[in-house]
């Protein structure tokens, strides 16, 4: 914690002006923080479209048990994220549009 980039240095005056939450979630930002639910949604993009691949070559044994994993991933996201951005669960039947979900 000694060598952290910054230390000693102070703070800009616009991070004690006006909401302190705008302000925490700016420094989180310039810290390269990321929310939990914006690192699930880029983990479910990734196996959606790996789910896509498989589909097209049609071996529907293996695509039950990873859309069933998906989808806890999915309802996780959905407890965790904003109410605006939540996603349908992912089928065998909707995989094709479930790419353009998560876009």
């Known amino acids: 914690m000694d060598n952290l980039a910054g230390q000693g240095k102070p703070l800009p005056q ?10 925490f ?5 310039d810290a390269g923080y990321k929310p939990h639910w914006l690192k699930l949604q880029h983990e479910i993009r990734d ?3 790996a789910i896509a691949a498989i589909h097209a070559t049609d071996t ?4 039950e048990s990873r859309i069933e994993k998906l989808n806890e991933k999915v309802f996780e996201y959905n407890k965790s994220c904003p ?3 939540q996603k349908e669960s992912v089928s065998v039947s909707n ?3 479930a790419i353009d979900w998560w876009k």
Do not use: C, N, W
């Open 83 to 85: 109410a605006p951005m």
């Open 95 to 97: 995989i094709e549009a």
């Open 47 to 49: 196996e959606v479209i």
């Open 60 to 63: 529907a044994t293996v695509l």
């Open 14 to 23: 616009e991070y004690f002006s006006g909401d302190t939450f705008q302000h």
């Open 25 to 29: 979630q700016r420094i989180a930002k």
